[in-house]
């Protein structure tokens, strides 16, 4: 049978026009009614005819081209095939993927599209898991309750001590930690927490509870603590803005003082792992896990001059650009607070300065048989006879080592110094 041209539109009867009220073949008698090839009786055809993957494997194709009204697919398509990163979970791998896969290649033969594969690189995603509670009836069959509706009281080390139904106090058993499925009732109702918390907070705690491939254990503690976190980062900014001090203006990063270079080194250090996170590992908990702790810094630099606003100024514009993608809604409120007309988004990724890596002091453990006995301060690139020198002479480690015969000295240059002794 020949391939129609594909720039000519496809003409079905009337009653096979798909409305959205079901297959339309269910509702074709000159489909439906035929006879058995097997016995010769009437019979019904099965109407049931694609599986509902198939509906979903090639829509992605379509989107560089819904105004094209006259083909499926147009040159459009071309261009921006393949997808460049395709996300699912474990059930998708095995049958929306396969089924995708499938159906670029018979779109390839019939010269719809010209990739071989729709999608460049594929992450699988893990479940989201939750606590499971339970009552057993007369028959023996379990009846599931939402972790919402149960009080669980804990000891010290978080092992649970008891449990009971709000509606009634009557105790519930736990039946473990399970996927989230309506056969155990353990959801959690995403409206309800954005109403409590916002959806800033629900898209930071989703990502950073645990690597995107590893499932997710839910916390609403967990969540409790994302909500802390956008709240003190939202104080932080302000605090900033409080200050009396202008922070327009160039950066001068000659003149800064060691404290204002090295919040700016990990500032620049700050945007350079979490671009590769995000970019490169779709490592989000790291990448959220590094503005954290750039934050905590920021917040301790003590501001005492301009050129110090402007250090901080930097810092905060950077580390809001950069959660930005996660937390979309305060990190765009925090960006007008901070000066901007514009939408952040339209600001762009932030870029690392290679001059601003560059360490003017490095922190050096010394152990002595493995054990940490001291640290040491010293420039980068120091010989490592020198820094085994220094490090004999801390007061600290001479306690451990006097008397005593080294009989190895480990140096890891700029960061470790592991002296081993006789016992």
Not at 38 to 58: I, K, L, N, P, Q
Request: proline share 5%.
């Amino acid at each position: 049978m020949p391939v129609p041209e594909k720039d000519l539109p496809v003409v079905l009867p009337e009653d096979l026009v798909p409305d959205g009220s079901g297959s339309p073949l269910a509702r074709s008698e000159a489909f439906l009614a035929c006879e058995c090839p097997t016995c010769g009786s009437a019979a019904r055809r099965e109407t049931d005819t694609m599986d509902t993957f198939v509906d979903s494997s090639w829509y992605f194709m379509r989107y560089p081209c819904v105004d094209n009204d006259q083909a499926m697919v147009d040159d459009r398509t071309s261009q921006w095939m393949p997808v460049d990163q395709y996300v699912g979970g474990i059930e998708h791998a095995i049958l929306h993927l396969l089924y995708a896969r499938f159906w670029t290649r018979v779109m390839r033969d019939l010269g719809l599209v010209e990739v071989d594969e729709p999608f460049a690189r594929l992450l699988t995603q893990g479940m989201v898991l939750a606590e499971t509670w339970f009552r057993e009836d007369a028959a023996g069959r379990k009846h599931w309750f939402n972790p919402s509706r149960v009080e669980v009281e804990r000891d010290a080390k978080g092992n649970i001590t008891s449990a009971v139904l709000r509606d009634d106090g009557q105790q519930v058993h736990f039946g473990g930690i399970e996927k989230m499925a309506k056969s155990k009732n353990n959801g959690v109702d995403p409206a309800r927490l954005v109403q409590q918390y916002g959806a800033d907070t629900v898209r930071l705690f989703s990502m950073f509870a645990a690597p995107p491939e590893q499932s997710l254990e839910w916390s609403d503690a967990g969540v409790e603590g994302s909500w802390r976190f956008l709240k003190r980062l939202w104080t932080q900014v302000h605090e900033h803005l409080e200050s009396p001090l202008d922070a327009r203006g160039g950066l001068d990063a000659a003149g800064l003082s060691d404290t204002a270079r090295e919040t700016r080194r990990r500032v620049h250090e700050t945007i350079l792992k979490v671009g590769d996170d995000i970019g490169r590992r779709h490592t989000f908990n790291t990448a959220i896990a590094a503005v954290m702790e750039c934050s905590n810094h920021l917040a301790r630099f003590d501001v005492q001059n301009e050129t110090d606003c402007q250090v901080a100024r930097h810092g905060w514009e950077s580390l809001i650009r950069l959660i930005a993608p996660i937390t979309p809604h305060i990190a765009q409120s925090l960006w007008e607070a901070l000066g901007h007309a514009d939408d952040i988004l339209a600001a762009g990724w932030p870029t690392h300065d290679e001059s601003a890596l560059v360490q003017q002091q490095v922190m050096i453990v010394v152990q002595v048989n493995g054990k940490v006995r001291g640290r040491l301060t010293s420039v980068p690139g120091r010989d490592s006879k020198q820094i085994e020198q220094d490090a004999m002479k801390e007061e600290n480690v001479r306690r451990y080592v006097e008397g005593k015969a080294v009989r190895k000295v480990i140096v890891v240059p700029d960061k470790l110094v592991n002296i081993v002794v006789a016992a």
